[in-house]
């Protein structure tokens, strides 16, 4: 992702992944280490929560929840919620058809 940043000439970069421990772990991992600003896009995360595809939850990552809390605060009790109902959502479940319908959604 740094390169990624660097070569687009950018100071940063606005980051939607899957909501399973994994892939918040990855941004928030970065964010502590990059020398490049990571944002999380809280509205694709939050339609992805009210609209996403729910699939099983494989596995936890040691310390997800306080992760969550740091990476995506204002969202984390949602995500924790679908975490211990042994769910996540992958990001492909937002696609096209939904992000057009739903216009107001910015990165």
Do not use: C, K
Request: charged content about 25%; hydrophobic content about 40%.
């Amino acid at each position: 992702m740094e390169e990624v940043i660097r070569e687009s000439d950018a100071s940063g970069a606005t980051y939607f992944g899957d909501l399973d421990p994994r892939g918040i772990w990855i941004p928030w991992n970065f964010s502590r280490t990059a020398s490049r600003v990571l944002a999380p896009a809280i509205d694709l995360y939050r339609l992805s929560l009210q609209i996403g595809v729910h699939r099983s939850l494989r596995t936890r990552v040691p310390g997800d929840e306080a992760i969550a809390g740091e990476w995506i605060p204002n969202l984390a009790s949602e995500l924790i919620e679908l975490w211990r109902g042994g769910f996540r959502i992958p990001q492909e479940s937002l696609g096209t058809e939904q992000l057009m319908r739903e216009r107001s959604v910015t990165p």
